[in-house]
């Protein structure tokens, strides 16, 4: 069983910031890639971004140059920080961990830019 614990969402205004973590506990075994999908109402969970274990780093087009992943391989835990958030970054959040086994999902954190 593997768990991930997310934390740091919250309401902001528009530019503004937020850090989201994302913890990672249990039975792991030999993490391929950890990153996060976004999911606003009544749309489709989509991918944002992922770091894999050897370091490399993607983002979607849309929050290029404004999100920033990073990752704390002793503490199994990823960090995602927003910047100049857009009324458009309104969404659930969710952690994700893939793993030789598996496919994980965190609990979701709520983020929400408003104008």
């Known amino acids: 069983q593997v768990q991930l614990v997310e934390s740091g969402g919250g309401l902001v205004q528009t530019g503004g910031s937020l850090r989201l973590s994302c913890a990672a506990s249990g039975s792991i075994v030999s993490i391929n890639a950890m990153g996060w999908f976004r999911q606003a109402p009544g749309k489709e969970r989509l991918w944002v971004a992922h770091i894999t274990s050897d370091g490399r780093i993607a983002y979607a087009d849309d929050v290029k140059g404004r999100f920033t992943i990073s990752r704390d391989g002793a503490k199994n835990t990823v960090y995602l920080q927003l910047s100049s958030l857009k009324p458009e970054d309104t969404a659930v959040y969710y952690c994700?961990?893939?793993?030789?086994?598996?496919?994980?999902w965190g609990q979701g954190s709520q983020v929400t830019v408003s104008s």
């Open positions: 994700n961990l893939q793993d030789r086994i598996g496919n994980y």
